[in-house]
């Protein structure tokens, strides 16, 4: 039945496999068409790409349209409708707090002040641990704990986006059944 509070939902995959979409489409979705407060920690793409994305998406248009001029005048309306749709929904980015600490304490205050209900992490492996003597694995681990917690004890649903090491990628092709393991992220 959809995203559920208390839940984490790993987005797994290679770069440049859509990740960030799926998890934006999910946002947009949930923001503009219901109404639900949403977060998004972007490591990876700036404010002004992931508001040019945003708006993209949930006009239809090609920004590059603009660039090149070449929008017409349907295109300029749907752009505009899009923007007045962003402005009533509740969106809210970060991509300075980098710790996993920073974030569960933003996310903690995004909850009280806005009453956020899904949050998006992008990506997990972008992410710093509170303490930097952890292997890349322990802190992916250390990390990944503290965000389950914070799902539980904020009752929202956390969409967390990871790249997948491409080794792990072709034994998948290999044996689909192995599944990833903590290291292949």
Known sequence: DGLVGGTVTVIAAPSSCGKSQSALNCVLKNSIQDGVPCGIFSYEMPTVQLTKRML???SGVNLSRFRDQVADSSDQKKVKEAIDKL?????LTNHDKRTVDQMCSMARQWKRKHGIKILVLDYLQLMYSSNNKLSSVES???NSSRIKGL???LDIPILVLSQVNREAVKRLVFNPEA???MHDL
């Open 151 to 153: 799902s539980i004890e």
């Open 140 to 142: 992916i681990s250390y």
């Open 56 to 58: 993209q998406t949930s």
């Open 87 to 91: 402005k009533k929904s509740t969106i």
């Open 179 to 181: 599944g990833l393991h």
